[in-house]
T-cell receptor, first 112, second 113 residues
Framework: ELKVEQNPLFLSMQEGKNYTIYCNYSTTSDRLYWYRQDPGKSLESLFVLLSNGAVKQEGRLMASLDTKARLSTLHITAAVHDLSATYFCAVTNSNSGYALNFGKGTSLLVTP | DTAVSQTPKYLVTQMGNDKSIKCEQNLGHDTMYWYKQDSKKFLKIMFSYNNKELIINETVPNRFSPKSPDKAHLNLHINSLELGDSAVYFC????????????FGPGTRLTVT
């Protein structure tokens, strides 16, 4: 069974600061995803990471993947209030029919 | 046009009732999923269908029965609703591009009283 651990689960940070969210997973995974969820809303895809060493950036968010360490990071640069949301990482493989196995999510609050 | 749609958005019902949630995607995808998000925001896969056939059935009570009349639709029927079924249910679909990215519907918030 694929297990996914995220930390921290809660993060309060000031605007302008940098921080990293970590995502560890238990067994070999074909793909790793990062999603954003705003309160009462659906999940929005942020990044899809397919191979070891993959790095993707969009605005103030950058995601990376180390398949050997089974670790992905989501780095936040110079946080702004609009980034406040819950961030989920998820992994998948062919054994699960490519269903997503999610971490518990990181609730991020960016304060002035 | 909405890519993945669900109806209803909110559903409030009493214990013991039977209810259905409908999902439709217009992306031309072959594979659709149902996920459950509990009150602690934890997301868990329930079912997966590929081209109208069930390919994953996680440890879900058999009171839950998915039905796929065609590959664009995946409905979820729930019998004898229990308090613990209260959650947000998300439908998702994915195509066959390399990323296997999934697209989520808006969710259905089910409240059982």
């Amino acid at each position: 069974e694929l297990k996914v651990e995220q930390n921290p689960l809660f993060l309060s940070m000031q605007e302008g600061k940098n921080y990293t969210i970590y995502c560890n997973y238990s067994t070999t995974s074909d793909r790793l995803y990062w999603y954003r969820q705003d309160p009462g809303k659906s999940l929005e895809s942020l990044f899809v990471l397919l191979s070891n060493g993959a790095v993707k950036q969009e605005g103030r968010l950058m995601a990376s993947l180390d398949t050997k360490a089974r670790l992905s990071t989501l780095h936040i640069t110079a946080a702004v209030h609009d980034l406040s949301a819950t961030y989920f990482c998820a992994v998948t493989n062919s054994n699960s029919g490519y269903a997503l196995n999610f971490g518990k999510g990181t609730s991020l609050l960016v304060t002035p | 046009d909405t890519a993945v749609s669900q109806t209803p958005k909110y559903l409030v019902t009493q214990m013991g009732n039977d209810k259905s949630i409908k999902c439709e995607q217009n992306l031309g995808h072959d594979t659709m999923y149902w996920y459950k998000q509990d009150s602690k925001k934890f997301l868990k896969i329930m079912f997966s269908y590929n081209n109208k056939e069930l390919i994953i059935n996680e440890t879900v009570p058999n009171r839950f029965s998915p039905k796929s009349p065609d590959k664009a639709h995946l409905n979820l029927h729930i019998n004898s609703l229990e308090l613990g079924d209260s959650a947000v249910y998300f439908c998702a679909s994915r195509g066959t591009t390399t990323s296997y990215e999934q697209y989520f519907g808006p969710g259905t918030r089910l409240t059982v009283t």
